[in-house]
């Protein structure tokens, strides 16, 4: 599976993005997909996560991002509102297939700043 990210870009505190990630192949029987971040200086981290159905956030993000995916055009979507500055980072998407195989798509940077 290839996954492409999208999205990314320079915003405003206060600001929304959504970003996107395009699998190549059907997302239908995929268990377990996510958005993680990395800044600079920091180690990877898991921001928001569908697994099995069920979603989950990070508390630093809990009420202002949303983890959503569409089966139709394969593609898991991450919408980021009321952005922080320390939102800041480059964000991955991944996916977990049923045998346990991981997929990681090329980050997109999204930088928060005045």
């Known amino acids: 599976v290839q996954l492409q990210a999208s999205g990314g870009g320079l915003v405003q505190p206060g600001g929304s993005l959504r970003l996107s990630c395009a699998a190549s192949?059907?997302?239908?029987?995929?268990?377990?997909m996510g958005w993680y971040r990395q800044a600079p200086g920091k180690q990877r981290e898991l921001v928001a996560g569908?697994?099995?159905?069920?979603?989950n956030y990070a508390d630093s993000v809990k009420g202002r991002f949303t983890v959503s995916r569409d089966f139709a055009k394969n593609t898991v979507y991450l919408q980021m509102s009321s952005l922080k500055p320390e939102d800041t980072a480059v964000y991955y998407c991944?996916?977990?297939?049923?045998?346990?195989?991981?997929?990681w798509g090329l980050g997109t940077q999204v930088t928060v700043s005045s």
């Open positions: 991944k996916v977990s297939t049923i045998r346990g195989r991981d997929y």
């Open positions: 192949a059907s997302i239908f029987d995929i268990p377990v």
């Open positions: 569908i697994i099995r159905g069920t979603t």
